[in-house]
C-alpha cells in the first residue's frame, strides 16, 4: 500500500506563534541548542487504488494550504511493515 | 473450549466468539470478573439472573452497568433523601432518575439543566477530558427534548503554584472553552479554586441548561412493538473502553493497555449537527424515545432505554457503524465514542429521520428492534452474543449500606477555631491584608480563564461573568414564550466548608447559590447537585457524603426548592488522602422581565451603597485564615436559610420596581473582597464608611452568610429601607460611590486606589499561567 | 420596500440567529440561506455569519468556502452584492480571495472573547455609511484565529487605497498586522470584519449598540443604489 | 546545515476530527479517490551547531506530543540547496 504526504508550513516569514512558545519553552526543560522551532501540518492521504500525485497536489494546492500563508510538499510514501521505516520515495517541491 | 485449563489463558479466551450457546455449554470457563471490578457475590448474582455463565459480551456490560459511575451503589441508599424531602411542586415535568430534571417555568416552556462531573479524564488528558464532559453533559440536556442554551463550568485545581497545575488548568479551559465555543454555547459561569487537597485530583465539574416547550418533552423509553433503535451520529471506535481491555488482553494479569485508549476525543463540530438534527426530529415529532451515549455507551442506551419501557430489544451489532474494522462485540458495547445518540422511532417514521440525519451529514442507521420478549437480545457475526433481561443491567445492579463512620479528630478540628489566629492590627496591615487576599489566586480576577470562553453567542446573555449568576433572556423569537422572562444561575461549593462540616458544608454551597441566583433579582426555583467524595470504602468518606446528602435535602426542604437531579463523582483521591468534599450545587433561577436583571459592580456617582444581612465573628474556614495562615479549622459559618429567602425576596421586589442598580453577594473573602471586585467592574471607586461600633477586622474578612451588597440610586434609600424592614432583613448604609475617591477609601482606615486593586487581582493569573 | 438580508447558514454556523436578530432589529428582512443550494433566493445583501463552519478543523473558513452557496454569492459579490463576513465569515471571504490576505492563529495562542475598541477608518463602504470618519465604537471580539496577516504590499495597498475599514485602539486582541480588525475589496460592497457587530446590537445583551450601525448602514446603501430583484417582494 | 523532523500524528486508534472533516469536504471538491485522511504536526527543529537526535527525542516525548494521544516519528534531514528536495537521512519510530 502506498499514501501521499503533504507537509504544509508556513511561509518563513508569516509568524508561527506555536513554534516560537515550544521555542522559548526549550531552555526550562534544559535544552539551549535549538535555534528554531516551526511548526505545520502532516497530512496523509490514502487512495483508493494507486496514489495519484497529481490529484493529491490538486487537492493541497486548492484545500489543505493556503498559499496566501503557506507552503506545502508532496510525497509519496511506500507504507513498510507496519510502519517501521519511512523513506520519502519522491521529493517535490510546491510553492504554490 | 471446553475443560480449558490455566494454560489456555495466556491465549486470548475469546478469539473463538463467547456466544450464549458456547456460554451455556461451557459453564466453568473461568472468567475474568475480578479484574473487571466485580466482586464474588456480584458474579454469583448474574450468573443466577443468566441461569449459566455469562458471555464475554455479557459481562463486560454488567460490569460497566453494576460499576459505581453506573448504577450508584454506594449512593443509591443516602440519594433517596432528595426524592424524600423535595418539597411539593407541580413544576417538575422529570425528575431524578431522568437524563436531567426538568422544570416548567410558564404555561408552555420548561428549563432542564445538570451538572456532572469529569474529573478523572481531565487529569489524564486536561484538553480531551475536559471538552469531553462538556460533549457529555450537553447531549443529556439534548436528550429531554431541549435545546441547550449555556454552558458553565465548576473547577478545582491544586495549589496554583505547583508545576502540574499549570499542565491541568491551561489544558481543561483549553478544553472548555474549544468545546463549548465551537458548539454555539455561550458560557455564563463557574468557579475555579485552588487547594492542595485537589492536587492529584482536579475536579472539573460542566453544568448545561436547556430550553425546551412543555409540549416537546422526550423520554428514554424503548416502548411500541416493532419500533426502529437508530444510532445516531459519530462512528464508534475503541475510545474509553477501559477496564474492559481486560478482556482482550492477552493475560488477565497483563495491564497492559497501551493500545486502548481510556481517552476519548471529541468533535464539537459534530455535536452541533447533532443538536440540530435532534431538534428538527423532535420537531416534526419523528421519534419516540431518545437517550444519550455517554458512560457505558451502548451497553447504557440500550439496556435504559428497553427497561424504561420494559420491552425487550434485539440489537444487531454488526450494523453499527466502526471507525476501525477489528473491534470485538464487547468493544462495540462499551466504547465511549463521543457525539452519538440512541433514538427510537416507529417503522414509517424511519426514512424521514434518515433524511433529517442526511440533511445535517450526520451518520444515521438502524441497528434493531423493540420486542416484547423482555430480553435484550444481541447478535454479532449472527451468532447470540448476549441474551439477558435489560433491566437486571439497568436497574437491578447491587446497592450497597456502606460503613459509615464519624472522623474522630472531628472535635479536635472543631476546637481549632480561625478566631484565635493573629489578625492584622493596625491600619496598615488591614490595607496590606485586602491586598494581598485580592491577588490570592482563589480570589483573584478570573479574565485570564473567563475570556477564552464565548459568552455571547447565541445574543441572549443579559450577564454573565463576573457577574454573580449567569443570566439569559429565553427568546421568543428561538423556541417561543410571551415575554422577555429570563433564568438565572450559578454554581457554588466551598471544599473547606464541607471538609470542617459536611452538612453545613452542602447546605452552604446551596445558600451561595442560592444568593448568587437572588442578587439578581430572580426567584430561585430548583437545584441540582455534582457531589465529589473521596472512595466510598472508606467509612470516613461515606460519612462525610451522607452528611452532605442530608444538609442537602434538608437545605433543599427548607427553602423550598426541588433537586431535580444530580451526579456522583467517588474515587476522588490521591492515594489513601481524600479530596476535600466537595458538593457542588446548581441553583436555576427565574425573572418574568430579564430586563430588570440587577448587574454586580459600582457605577453611578452617588448610588448610597447598602450592606445587607449580618456580621459575625465567622472566620473559620474563610479565605483569610487560608490564605493568609495556611489555616483550616474550627466551625463554619452559620447557616441561615430564612436569612437567605428574605434577602431574595427583598431583592426580587427591589429590582422589579428598580430600587437598586447594582448588587453583589458576599462569600470568600467577605465585605473586602465584594467592595474590591464591585470596584474593579467598571472601575468605579467607593467611599465606605463603617458603623462606629464595627470590628474593622470582622467586617471586612468574616464569611457570614445571607449577606450582600447593594447600590442603591439616590431617592430610592427610603423605600428601600422600608422593603428591609418589611423581611425583617438588616441594612447598614455603607457609603457611597464615589469616582473621586479613585478606588477604595475605607474612611479613618486606609485607602487603596484602583490601579493598586487592579494589579494585585488581574495580574496573578496571567503571572501563574503566560 | 424593506430590504431583504440574506444569512448563510454553514454547518457548524453559530452566529447565524443573531445576525438575523440584528437585521430584524436594524428594520430589514432577515432570510435564511443554506451552504448546500445554490439560491440567493434575490436577496439584497448577504452577511457570512460567525462560527466554526465545518468544524474549523484545517483553517477557518477553508472548506466553506467550496460549498454551493459560494459558487453563486463569488459571482455576486464581483458584481456588486453588499456581503458582510463577520469573524469566519471573514474567513471564508479571504479564502474565497474576495478579500485579500488570511487570518491566522493568534499570537498569543488563546481563544479571547473581549469588548473592544475600534476606529471606524473608513465610511464608504457599503456597511459603514452611518459613522463618521474616525469614530470609535465598542463591539465584541471572539476568536482563536483573528490576527489578519497580508504581504507588505497588500497592506500598503489596503492602506493607500482607505480599505482598511474598522482598526483596534486600546490593545490589539489578536496580534493582528497593523492593528487591522477589517478591511473592503476594491469596490466597497464586500467586508470582512473579525469583531461581531451583531452581539452589540441591544442594550441587554451587548456592551453597546454601535453594532446596529453597521446593519442600518447596508439598508440605507441599499436605499441609495439600485435594489436586488427581492425589493420587490415584501 | 541540518535540521531534525519530527512528525507528530495521533494513535490511529484516536478520532480525527480534522482529518475527518477534510476528508468528508473532497468529494465537493470533485475528489473521490481519497479514503482517509489523517492531520498531524510536522515540527522543523534547527540546531545550532550538530543536530542532536537524543535531545530532540526527548523534546518531541516531553513537548511536542501527547503520548496520551500521540505518537510521533524523528527524522534527520540534509537541508539541500533552497529546500528543493528532501530526503529522510534517518527513519525511526517511537511510539512513546
Ligand atoms: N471556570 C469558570 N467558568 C466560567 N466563569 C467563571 C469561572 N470561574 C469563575 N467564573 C466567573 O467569575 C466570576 C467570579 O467568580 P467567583 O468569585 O467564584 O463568584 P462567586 O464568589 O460569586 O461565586 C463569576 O461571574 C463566575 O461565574
Ligand atoms: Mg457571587
Known amino acids: 500500500m502506498a499514501r501521499v504526504l503533504v507537509d504544509v508550513m508556513l511561509k518563513p516569514e508569516i509568524l508561527d506563534p506555536q513554534g516560537e512558545a515550544v521555542a522559548n519553552a526549550l531552555p526550562r526543560l534544559g535544552v539551549n541548542g535549538i535555534t528554531s522551532v516551526r511548526i505545520g501540518k502532516r497530512i496523509e492521504l490514502e487512495f483508493e487504488g494507486e496514489p495519484d500525485l497529481d490529484q493529491a497536489r490538486a487537492v493541497a494546492d486548492a484545500l489543505l494550504a493556503n498559499p496566501v500563508i503557506e507552503t506545502f510538499t508532496i510525497h509519496l510514501e511506500e507504507v513498510v511493515a507496519a510502519d517501521t521505516a519511512e523513506a520519502a520515495e519522491t521529493g517535490e517541491e510546491n510553492a504554490a | 473450549m471446553t475443560g480449558t485449563h490455566e494454560a489456555d489463558r495466556t491465549e486470548n479466551t475469546f478469539d473463538e466468539l463467547d456466544t450464549v450457546d458456547v456460554a451455556s455449554k461451557t459453564p466453568d470457563e473461568p472468567q475474568p470478573y475480578a479484574e473487571l471490578g466485580l466482586r464474588d457475590d456480584e458474579y454469583a448474582k448474574i450468573r443466577d439472573i443468566l441461569g449459566r455463565r455469562p458471555t464475554g459480551s455479557e459481562l463486560a456490560m454488567y460490569s460497566i452497568m453494576w460499576s459505581e459511575h453506573c448504577s450508584y451503589k454506594s449512593s443509591k441508599v443516602h440519594l433517596k433523601k432528595f426524592s424524600e424531602k423535595n418539597p411539593r411542586t407541580d413544576r417538575m415535568l422529570a425528575g431524578i432518575g431522568e437524563n436531567a430534571g426538568v422544570v416548567q417555568i410558564t404555561d408552555d416552556l420548561a428549563v432542564t439543566f445538570k451538572v456532572e462531573s469529569h474529573n478523572h479524564p481531565s487529569y489524564v488528558e486536561p484538553h480531551q477530558g475536559a471538552a469531553t464532559g462538556v460533549g457529555g453533559i450537553v447531549r443529556d440536556i439534548l436528550a429531554m427534548g431541549a435545546r441547550p442554551v449555556a454552558v458553565m463550568d465548576a473547577l478545582r485545581f491544586g495549589d496554583a503554584e505547583h508545576p502540574d497545575t499549570k499542565r491541568v488548568l491551561p489544558g481543561v479551559v483549553s478544553g472548555i472553552s474549544f468545546y463549548g465555543n ?558 473621586s475617591a479613585g478606588g477604595i477609601e475605607v474612611v479613618d482606615h486606609f485607602a487603596i486606589s484602583t490601579g493598586e486593586l487592579a494589579e494585585a487581582s488581574e495580574g496573578t493569573l496571567p503571572g501563574l499561567f503566560g | 420596500m424593506t430590504a431583504r438580508i440574506g444569512v448563510v447558514t454553514f454547518p457548524g454556523s453559530l452566529d447565524d440567529r443573531d445576525a438575523q436578530r440584528a437585521i430584524r432589529l436594524a428594520g430589514a428582512q432577515p432570510v435564511a440561506l443554506w451552504h448546500g443550494e445554490t439560491a440567493l433566493r434575490g436577496v439584497d445583501a448577504v452577511i457570512l455569519p460567525g462560527g466554526f463552519s465545518y468544524g474549523d478543523y484545517l483553517r477557518g473558513g477553508a472548506i466553506a468556502r467550496f460549498a454551493p452557496v459560494m459558487e453563486t454569492l463569488v459571482d455576486a459579490a464581483k458584481g456588486g452584492l453588499p456581503v458582510l463576513g463577520i469573524c469566519n465569515g471573514f474567513q471564508i471571504l479571504c479564502e474565497s480571495h474576495l478579500l485579500p490576505g488570511a487570518l491566522t492563529r493568534n499570537a498569543h495562542l488563546h481563544f479571547r472573547r473581549r469588548s473592544q475598541r475600534l476606529r471606524v477608518e473608513n465610511t464608504t463602504s457599503a456597511f459603514t455609511g452611518h459613522f463618521d470618519a474616525g469614530q470609535e465604537i465598542v463591539i465584541p471580539v471572539k476568536n482563536g484565529e483573528g490576527r489578519f496577516v497580508a504581504d507588505e504590499r497588500t497592506l500598503d495597498e489596503l492602506e493607500g487605497e482607505g480599505r482598511v475599514v474598522v482598526r483596534y485602539v486600546d490593545g490589539n486582541p489578536s496580534g493582528a498586522m497593523r492593528d487591522i480588525a477589517g478591511i473592503s475589496n476594491a469596490a466597497g460592497n464586500v467586508v470582512g470584519m473579525m469583531p461581531h457587530p451583531e452581539h452589540a446590537v441591544e442594550a441587554l445583551t451587548g456592551p453597546s449598540v454601535d453594532g446596529l450601525g453597521l446593519f442600518t448602514s447596508v439598508i440605507a446603501h441599499l436605499g441609495r443604489t439600485a435594489v436586488g430583484a427581492g425589493s420587490s417582494q415584501t
Not at chain 2, 436547556?210 to 475510545?239: E, H, I
Not at chain 2, 481491555?245 to 476525543?265: C, H, I, K, W, Y
Open chain 2, 182 to 739: 465551537c458548539l454555539g454555547l455561550p458560557n455564563i459561569g463557574g468557579e475555579v479554586v485552588f487547594d492542595p487537597s485537589y492536587q492529584g485530583n482536579p475536579l472539573v465539574n460542566a453544568l448545561s441548561v436547556g430550553v425546551l416547550p412543555v409540549s416537546r418533552l422526550q423520554n428514554k423509553n424503548a416502548s411500541g412493538l416493532g419500533n426502529v433503535v437508530v444510532l445516531l451520529g459519530q462512528k464508534t471506535g475503541k475510545d474509553g473502553i477501559g477496564g474492559v481491555s481486560v478482556l482482550a488482553s492477552a493475560t488477565f494479569e497483563d495491564g497492559d493497555t497501551d493500545n486502548r485508549p481510556s481517552v476519548q476525543v471529541g468533535d464539537p463540530f459534530v455535536e452541533k449537527l447533532l443538536i440540530e438534527s435532534c431538534l428538527e426530529m423532535y420537531d416534526a415529532e419523528l421519534v419516540v424515545g431518545i437517550q444519550d451515549l455517554g458512560g457505558a455507551g451502548l451497553t447504557c442506551a440500550l439496556s435504559e432505554t428497553a427497561a424504561a419501557a420494559g420491552m425487550g430489544m434485539y440489537v444487531d451489532l454488526d450494523r453499527v457503524p466502526l471507525r476501525e474494522a477489528s473491534m470485538e462485540a464487547h468493544e462495540v458495547l462499551a466504547s465511549e465514542s463521543q457525539e452519538r445518540m440512541l433514538l427510537i422511532v416507529s417503522p414509517e417514521k424511519v426514512d424521514d429521520v434518515l433524511a433529517v440525519a442526511a440533511k445535517w451529514g450526520v451518520l444515521a442507521t438502524a441497528i434493531g428492534q423493540v420486542t416484547d420478549t423482555g430480553r435484550l437480545i444481541i447478535n454479532w457475526h449472527g451468532q447470540t452474543v448476549v441474551d439477558c433481561p435489560p433491566g437486571s443491567l439497568a436497574d437491578d445492579g447491587p446497592v450497597y449500606n456502606r460503613p459509615m463512620k464519624e472522623p474522630n479528630d472531628r472535635a479536635l478540628i472543631a476546637a481549632d477555631r480561625a478566631e484565635t489566629l493573629p489578625r492584622p492590627s493596625t491600619d496598615d496591615e488591614l490595607r496590606a491584608t485586602v491586598l494581598r487576599m485580592a491577588g490570592s489566586p482563589n480570589l483573584a480576577d478570573k479574565t485570564w480563564i473567563t475570556e477564552q470562553y464565548d459568552n455571547m453567542v447565541g445574543g441572549n446573555t443579559a450577564l454573565s461573568m463576573p457577574d454573580d449568576a449567569g443570566v439569559l433572556r429565553l427568546d421568543n423569537s428561538g423556541t417561543v414564550g410571551s415575554g422577555p422572562i429570563g433564568i438565572a444561575l450559578s454554581t457554588d461549593g466551598n471544599g473547606r466548608f464541607a471538609r470542617l462540616d459536611p452538612y453545613t458544608g452542602a447546605q452552604l454551597a446551596l445558600a451561595e447559590a442560592y444568593r448568587n441566583v437572588a442578587v439578581t433579582g430572580a426567584t430561585p426555583i430548583a437545584a441540582s447537585d455534582c457531589l465529589n467524595f473521596g472512595s466510598p470504602e472508606d467509612p470516613h468518606v461515606m460519612w462525610q457524603f451522607a452528611q452532605a446528602v442530608e444538609g442537602l435535602a434538608e437545605g433543599c426542604a427548607q427553602l423550598n426548592i426541588p433537586i431535580t437531579g444530580g451526579n456522583v463523582s467517588f474515587y476522588n483521591q490521591t492515594g489513601m488522602t481524600a479530596i476535600h468534599p466537595t458538593p457542588i450545587v446548581a441553583v436555576l433561577g427565574v425573572m418574568d422581565d430579564v430586563r430588570r436583571r440587577v448587574p454586580m459592580g459600582f457605577t453611578n456617582d452617588g448610588d448610597v451603597i447598602v450592606l445587607l444581612g449580618e456580621t459575625y465573628a465567622e472566620l473559620s474556614g474563610s479565605e483569610w485564615a487560608w490564605s493568609q495562615h495556611g489555616h483550616l479549622g474550627g466551625i463554619p459559618p452559620a447557616v441561615d436559610l430564612a436569612g437567605e429567602q428574605a434577602l431574595a425576596a427583598v431583592m426580587k421586589r427591589a429590582a422589579e420596581v428598580e430600587h437598586v442598580s447594582a448588587a453583589h453577594d458576599l462569600s470568600d473573602g467577605g465585605l473586602a473582597q465584594a467592595l474590591v471586585e464591585s470596584v474593579l467592574r467598571h472601575k468605579v471607586g467607593a467611599r465606605i464608611k463603617l458603623p462606629d461600633h464595627a470590628d474593622p477586622f470582622v467586617w471586612l474578612f468574616a464569611e457570614s452568610t445571607a449577606r450582600a451588597l447593594v447600590c442603591i440610586p439616590r431617592g430610592h434609600e427610603k423605600a428601600f429601607g422600608a422593603l428591609c424592614e418589611e423581611h425583617d432583613v438588616p441594612w447598614t448604609p455603607l457609603g457611597i460611590v464615589d469616582s
